[in-house]
């Protein structure tokens, strides 16, 4: 088997685009937002990030137990990404703030128009052409139900059918397709350098990096490679698959104090150990570790305790 040498240029990384919505209400996280399938599967398979799907099935917007796109990442999942240089930043306010022009506008809507009525104008040609090679094959006295079956295996080797009128075509129904996301718009901005370096000095600078960000990027990255994901489901922070969770139930819920000096309370330790069995679990606490070198920088290293009740085998 040949072996390929080391390549002359680095292939350039891909970087997904992630919408940036400014907080909800002062003091909270920024909203960051990934609209692509194929960016959300990217994330999932190469970088274990799973975010949660927010976005309504445009067939089932009634219902909520299955969601699409948008995905929306945790500020910990946007930082390691960030470090790992796998996005971009997009400020969505200022790339939509522009809108279309006058002339814009009606370019789009015009190439719009005609692709509705290209479709309404196939839709009735393929009706004609239907029921032209049903009455052929009902003229030749076959049954109703042998003359839909030739009909529909005719297809289009029936004779040219003559155009519809506009008057047809405007009472043919055609599909309406709404855009999960705003690249293929010509007024959409997108992503550039100045927004993305404003926006992660305002949200994602190091000096906001925490304790949390410091433990979701040390399990999901080697030698661990767990998926992780919001844990208030099951009582913590986050909660920590072995594999995909697809394929994998979670082995671990994390809480993260905010001050590993702060101390915590024995019932706080028994709450969280019985909760930890009855989700058939093993609660973990995760903090930093303060001590040794280079702590003044920041480099501290994060340490994890697991809560086992004796006798339970959690």
Request: charged share 25%; proline share 8%.
């Amino acid at each position: 088997m040949a072996v390929a040498g080391p390549s002359s240029s680095k292939a350039t990384p891909r970087r997904v685009p992630i919408s940036i919505l400014p907080p909800s209400s002062p003091g909270s996280d920024p909203i960051s937002l990934v609209w692509s399938p194929n960016d959300v599967l990217y994330l999932r398979s190469q970088h274990r990030i799973m975010g949660i799907l927010t976005g309504s099935l445009p067939l089932l917007p009634q219902q909520n137990a299955y969601l699409g796109v948008p995905l929306q990442l945790m500020p910990e999942e946007v930082q390691l990404l960030l470090s790992r240089d796998a996005v971009v930043l997009v400020d969505d306010e200022e790339a939509h703030a522009m809108g279309p022009s006058r002339e814009e506008w009606q370019r789009w809507s015009g190439e719009r128009e005609k692709e509705r009525r290209e479709e309404r104008r196939q839709s009735a040609i393929q009706a004609r052409e239907h029921r032209i090679a049903f009455e052929e094959a009902l003229k030749k006295g076959k049954g109703a139900k042998a003359a839909k079956q030739d009909a529909a295996e005719a297809g289009g080797s029936t004779p040219a059918v003559a155009e519809p009128t506009e008057e047809e075509l405007r009472l043919i129904a055609y599909s309406h397709i709404t855009a999960g996301a705003s690249d293929d718009l010509p007024w959409y901005s997108g992503p550039n350098k100045a927004a993305h370096d404003r926006l992660v000095s305002l949200y994602f600078s190091p000096s906001s990096h925490t304790t949390r960000s410091l433990v979701f990027s040390s399990l999901n990255s080697p030698p661990y490679n767990y998926f992780l994901s919001c844990g208030l489901r099951f009582g913590g922070d986050f909660v920590a698959y072995p594999g995909d969770p697809f394929r994998y139930h979670s082995h671990y819920t994390l809480t993260v104090p905010k001050d590993r000096n702060e101390g915590i309370a024995a019932g706080k330790l028994i709450a969280d150990g019985r909760l930890g069995t009855a989700v058939k679990k093993v609660h973990v606490l995760a903090t930093k570790d303060e001590r040794g070198e280079g702590i003044d920088e920041g480099e501290g290293k994060p340490i994890f305790f697991s809560l086992t009740w004796a006798g339970f085998g959690t």
